[in-house]
């Protein structure tokens, strides 16, 4: 029905578990989505702000955007990361694996950690469709603000719950969690 370079969209007959046909639309996706946590040293985050066309607003949210599936997802969240903060990690972790909306798209996020952040060789380079800010803010100030729904991007909220369960559960050197649960 339709094409884009992000996405298809198709409408097909599909067997319903009971065996009854019905018709389904489906949203196949070109990219897998990446979503970076980075945490600084001293346990506060990088966030993003930028309008998202969809719903007409400005977002405040983690690095995040796609990797083409033919290409490394580790590298789509590298390149994201130098984009969008001019950000680079010493130190990646593979924390999540979701499937968004798969009521009715093939779209999965791949989440994860990056830790020793230090400034990239160059500016940072935002795609020529992104006018984008940025903010630093303590860990625990963003996890409030994404589960009071200021932070609504489902990529943040995942990642900022992720992250303070890390903490909490002991899956982050001690000093670090201390400071990211102040």
Known sequence: MYESGWIS???????????????YGL?????????????????S??????????HGDYSWELPEGGAPLHEDPLEGARRELAEETGLAAAEWREVMRTQLSNSVTDERM???????????????AADDTEAIAMVRAPFRE?????MAGY?????????????????????LPGALALAMLG
């Open 9 to 23: 969209v198709t409408d097909q007959t599909a067997m319903a578990p009971t065996g009854r046909l019905a018709p």
């Open 27 to 43: 949203v196949r996706f070109k990219n897998v989505a990446v979503a970076v946590l980075p945490i600084h040293d001293d346990g």
């Open 45 to 54: 985050v990088t966030l993003v702000g930028q309008h998202r066309f969809p």
């Open 110 to 124: 791949i989440g994860y950690l990056a830790l020793g952040l230090s400034p990239t060789a160059g500016a940072h």
């Open 142 to 146: 963003a996890l409030d603000a994404a």
């Open 151 to 171: 932070l609504p991007d489902m990529l943040t909220v995942a990642m900022l719950l992720r992250g303070y369960h890390m903490a909490r559960e002991g899956a």
